[in-house]
């Protein structure tokens, strides 16, 4: 089914709707649904297929998100976090605008990567757990499965972060955590205001495993 994007949000009711059904969300208010802003808005939205995309124009959905016109907000569940980007300045386009969202997409578990990394950098959570692992295991989407489910009960207060041994730009991580490619998989938990941390290696994950790891950092 191709849904149209982007999905008009003509009520109060409607955007709340979406933006609590989604892990990111993005809402662009606009005044004008015609406008040129508008056009890019919609430009973006078809290149970014797998991130839901709104748009309204109605003067209350955009008094009660105290947006202003031509603003494109992006909703992050992950931390309750909202980020805005202004559209009035001409320069900002559909792919500036797509860039925009690819830096800010924070899910559940969000993949570390140099264009991610600005939205980690910027969360508003202070704790971070890595699951430091070789993407082209075998087991790679059993234990992401279970890192998934433990993430579910850690929402709002651990942003859980997929890095991928693989990727030689995230060597310099594993000698951080003096880790070994060896040692893997491990977790990693960081806590960004004093750089305190803490790493185990398992042989498997388990909801258990990442619980008892967490519980006793946070305390």
């Known amino acids: 089914s191709t849904t149209e994007k982007p999905i008009l949000l003509n009520s109060i009711a409607d955007a709340e709707a979406f933006i609590s059904g989604a892990e990111v969300a993005v809402i662009g208010f606009f005044q004008d649904p015609q406008s040129p802003e508008a056009e890019q808005f919609r430009l973006a939205a078809a290149q970014t297929p797998e991130v839901p995309f709104g748009l309204s124009s109605?003067?209350?959905?955009?008094?009660?998100?105290?947006?202003?016109?031509?603003?494109?907000?992006?909703?992050r569940r992950v931390d309750n976090d909202r980020r805005d980007l202004d559209m009035n300045n001409r320069e900002v386009d559909?792919?500036?605008?797509?860039?925009?969202?690819?830096?800010?997409?924070?899910?559940?578990?969000?993949?570390y990567n140099p264009v991610?990394?600005?939205?980690?950098?910027?969360?508003?959570l202070q704790f971070n757990l890595l699951l430091i692992t070789d993407k082209m295991s075998p087991k790679h989407p059993e234990r992401m499965r279970k890192f998934r489910?433990?993430?579910?009960?850690?929402?709002?207060?651990?942003?859980?972060?997929?890095?991928?041994?693989?990727?030689?730009?995230?060597?310099?991580?594993?000698?951080?955590?003096?880790?070994?490619?060896?040692?893997?998989?491990?977790l990693a938990i960081f806590h960004t205001p004093d750089d305190e941390h803490d790493v185990l290696t398992v042989d498997e994950i388990s909801i258990e495993r990442v619980q008892d790891f967490c519980n006793p950092f946070l305390q």
């Open 58 to 75: 109605s003067a209350a959905v955009l008094s009660h998100h105290g947006a202003s016109a031509n603003t494109v907000a992006l909703f």
């Open 94 to 111: 559909a792919k500036k605008l797509t860039r925009f969202v690819r830096m800010n997409e924070l899910r559940l578990v969000t993949e």
């Open 116 to 124: 991610t990394s600005i939205g980690v950098m910027q969360s508003s």
């Open 149 to 186: 489910a433990a993430a579910e009960l850690y929402k709002g207060k651990i942003l859980f972060i997929l890095l991928d041994s693989n990727l030689k730009s995230n060597e310099r991580v594993l000698s951080y955590f003096q880790l070994k490619k060896s040692q893997l998989p491990a």
